[in-house]
Structure formats: structure tokens, C-alpha cells
């Protein structure tokens, strides 16, 4: 029987390890959550986020300027916030109307508050193994694994999905625990012959349920990142049904990666107020 990786147990973990983190600081951290649009994906997103900052004992604000905000305004917007000493972490919510540069904004968050781990300067130090804030979701996948007692070290582990915020930094951390890492994406030849390789396979893609019993090698360990909506259902990158048959461990969607993404935002926030402090 495959064990279910339960990432709300893990999130909970998390949580009720930053409260007295929290505590000890002289003043609450503040994260600010910048959301522009009406994205109902988004909405709740960010209302999860101000939740879980709340449960916890960290302020925030949620800013809303008008979708037809210039570049150049929500870059002084932001700018303001990099200089506010109250603000411990900025969080511009993704994706951003068509008009705005979103690659100048993400850049525009000073590195210190960027709770995200978006920025380029902490994206180079992830890739140096410097100390700098991890994006969240592959962190809170690592915390994952590592809570589990999960090996990573001298194992296969294949990552589908290059994108700057999960594919690329899940493999760089996995590479840094000393896993053999394959990078998988939409022009890989032959797709499955890779996955069935890996004793840790980890998808995000983006695609319903895309990955399927052809591609798991039995007693492997899955983790499925994706959120896909099918007819107003939830779903992940990964066959449901082929990964309680086949894999050792594994995901759900939801209850899996979802909940670890949040409590890491949180982490990075207490982490960022304490290196200011
Ligand atoms: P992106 O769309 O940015 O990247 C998708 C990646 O998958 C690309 O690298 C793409 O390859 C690759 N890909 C697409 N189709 C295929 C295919 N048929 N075969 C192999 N590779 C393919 O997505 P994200 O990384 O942002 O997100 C991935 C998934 O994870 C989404 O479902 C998203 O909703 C979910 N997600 C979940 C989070 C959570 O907290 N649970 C957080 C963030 C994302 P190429 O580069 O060649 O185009």
C-alpha cells in the first residue's frame, strides 16, 4: 500500500513551528500581498495566504490597485514597500495583467522581502547554494521528503516541468541533496522511458493527469505539483489511480503540495523579519 503524503500534517508541522518563532520577535513581520485583477484563482490564493498569516501571528495587507495600473506606478507601489522598515515581505500575486512587465516588478522587489524567492539575485543564490529565500513550493516539497524520511541521497529523481517558480529550483534542491537529476519538458523524446527511471518523480506540468501508470516505476515516490481545474474539479499532472497502485509515496491533489506552498511562504516571511531584525 503506497503511503499518502499528507501535506496538510506537514503544513500543520511547519506552522506550529514559526508561531513561536513569531513570538520572539520584537515587532510582528508584516507581508504585504499585492493583487491586481479580479482572477478568482488568484482571490483565493491570496485570501489561503492572509488565513495562514493570521493563524500564525504575521500581519498583513492586502494591496489592490486598479487592473489598469501602469508598469511604472506599480513599480513606485513597490518601491515604497522595499523602504517601509515594517514590511518584512512583499508578494506581487502572479499572473499580472498583459500590460504590466511582470519580469520588471518581480525584479523591482528588493531580494531581502522577496518572500518568493522570484528574484534573480535569489534565484543565483540557490543556483551558488548561497543562503538566500527559496521559492516556495520545491522548498516545501524538500521539507516534505525530508519529514517523511524520504532518501534523496544517491537517488534517481526526474522533474518534469522547467519553469522558473517549480521545475528548475526543485531540481537545483534536489541536486544540492545529492539526488542524480533528470530535467524533463515539453520537448523531451520520449517522456515515459525518463520518468520510469526515477526512484523520485516530480511533476509540474500543468496538464491534467498527463502523467500515467507508463510512466512510474513501481515503489517509486511521486510527487504531483499540478492544480489543474477539469470542470470545475481539482486535479493533479498525475494519474490519481495509477499512483496508489504503482508508487511507494505519493501526493494527493489536493491536500498535498498545495498546503506545503503557503506554510513555506510563511517561513520565508518569519525568516526575512528575522534577518532584518
Ligand atoms: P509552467 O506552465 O510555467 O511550466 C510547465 C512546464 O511543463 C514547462 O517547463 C513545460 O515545458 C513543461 N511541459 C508542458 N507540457 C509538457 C509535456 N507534455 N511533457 C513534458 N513537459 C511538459 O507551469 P508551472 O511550473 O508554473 O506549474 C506547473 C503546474 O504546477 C501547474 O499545474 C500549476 O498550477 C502547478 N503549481 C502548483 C503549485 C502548488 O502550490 N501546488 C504552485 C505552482 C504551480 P517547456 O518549458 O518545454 O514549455
Avoid: W
Avoid at 500575486?93 to 519580469?103: E, F, I, S, T
Wanted: aromatic share 2%; charged share 20%; glycine share 8%.
Amino acid at each position: 500500500m503506497a503511503t499518502i503524503l499528507d501535506g496538510k500534517l506537514i503544513r500543520d508541522q511547519i506552522l506550529s513551528e514559526l508561531k513561536p518563532r513569531v513570538a520572539a520577535l520584537a515587532a510582528p513581520p508584516q507581508l504585504v500581498v499585492v493583487l491586481i485583477g479580479d482572477d478568482p484563482a488568484s482571490q483565493v490564493y491570496v485570501k489561503n495566504k492572509i488565513a495562514a498569516c493570521a493563524a500564525i501571528g504575521i500581519k498583513s495587507r492586502q494591496l489592490s490597485p486598479p487592473a489598469s495600473i501602469s508598469t511604472e506606478d506599480l513599480l513606485t507601489l513597490i518601491r515604497g514597500l522595499n523602504f517601509d522598515p515594517e514590511v518584512h515581505g512583499i508578494l506581487v500575486q502572479l499572473p499580472l495583467p498583459p500590460h504590466v512587465d511582470a519580469g520588471r516588478i518581480l525584479e523591482a522587489v528588493a531580494p531581502a522581502k522577496d518572500v518568493d524567492g522570484f528574484h534573480p539575485i535569489n534565484a543565483g543564490r540557490l543556483l551558488a547554494g548561497a543562503p538566500g529565500l527559496r521559492p516556495c513550493t520545491p522548498s516545501g516539497i524538500m521539507e516534505l521528503l525530508r519529514r517523511y524520511k524520504i532518501p534523496i541521497e544517491g537517488r534517481k529523481a526526474v522533474v518534469v516541468g522547467r519553469s522558473e517558480i517549480v521545475g528548475k529550483p526543485m531540481a537545483i534542491l534536489l541536486l544540492q541533496a545529492n539526488a542524480t537529476v533528470t530535467i524533463c519538458h515539453s520537448r523531451t523524446v520520449n517522456l515515459a522511458e525518463e520518468c520510469k527511471r526515477a526512484d523520485i518523480l516530480v511533476a509540474a506540468i500543468g496538464r491534467a493527469e498527463y502523467i500515467g501508470s507508463d510512466h512510474i516505476q513501481p515503489g517509486a515516490v511521486v510527487i504531483d505539483v499540478g492544480m489543474n481545474r477539469v470542470s470545475g474539479r481539482l486535479t493533479g499532472d498525475v494519474d490519481p489511480e495509477a499512483m496508489a497502485r504503482l508508487s511507494s509515496a505519493y501526493t494527493p491533489v489536493p491536500g498535498g503540495v498545495g498546503p506545503l506552498t503557503i506554510a513555506m511562504l510563511m517561513a520565508n516571511t518569519v525568516q526575512a523579519a528575522e534577518n532584518a531584525g
